[in-house]
């Protein structure tokens, strides 16, 4: 079945660097869309950012410049490396595998930067 597992989340000061790692099974990852999301406490989920099946990128505004989404299709994994963190990127990050459908969600891993 498919499967999306997140890891790599932790406590880390303002400044530091975290990478997401999500692995994946069960489907053919090379041919789907992924994207990384998070969801701060109180708040809505959303989209932090995202890479094509073809290596094409996009970035939430508040984490342009900071962070960088990449792939490895051998691997059948996505990555999410996290620099410049501030205390308001603390949340639950999420792999999602968006297109094409259905779509799947990880369980999350949780950031939390803080002094």
């Known amino acids: 079945q498919v499967q999306l597992v997140e890891s790599g989340g932790g406590l880390v000061q303002p400044g530091g660097s975290l990478r997401l790692e999500c692995t994946t099974s069960?489907?053919?990852?090379?041919?789907?869309?992924m994207d990384w999301y998070r969801q701060a406490p109180g708040k809505q989920r959303e989209l932090v950012a995202g890479i094509t099946r073809s290596g094409t990128t996009n970035y939430a505004d508040s984490v342009k410049g900071r962070f960088l989404i990449f792939r490895d299709d051998d691997e059948k994994m996505v990555f999410l490396q996290m620099n410049s963190l501030k205390p308001e990127d603390t949340g639950v990050y999420y792999c999602?595998?968006?297109?094409?459908?259905?779509?799947?969600w990880g369980r999350g891993t949780q950031v939390t930067v803080s002094s």
């Open positions: 069960g489907f053919d990852f090379a041919g789907y869309d």
């Open positions: 999602h595998r968006y297109s094409p459908p259905p779509e799947y």
